[in-house]
């Protein structure tokens, strides 16, 4: 894990965010190169590398700490009823380009599909 990456900086405060969310295990900010009209990056305050580690590492109450938070958050930014979209990237093939593990939620218009 590098102490020093943007994810680890914000959490810090080193680095400010525009807050949508915050409990004692998550951090949700909107993302500063959004995807769609809502971009908001969900992210454990322990360091995990990855979903692989958090999976593996976190306890159970940070993992439903994360996906509730989740939840929360997709309703609260109106997005239930006409849909979202979470991803994760995972390692350099994916294109994760913060290695803190984190969720992207989008939404706010028709998103395109995923090539296969």
Known sequence: YDPDNIFA?????????????????????HDIAPKAPVH????????????IDFSKNATP?????????????????NLTEAGYRIITNAGQNAGQEVPHFHLHLLGGKALPPFPV
Do not use: W
């Open 40 to 51: 908001v990056i969900i992210i454990p305050k322990k360091p995990y590398v990855s979903f």
């Open 61 to 77: 109450g940070e993992i439903a700490a994360l996906m509730q938070s989740t939840g929360h958050i997709a309703a609260e930014l």
């Open 9 to 29: 900086k914000i959490l810090r405060g080193d680095i400010p965010c525009n807050k949508v969310f915050e409990n004692e295990l998550v951090l949700a900010f």
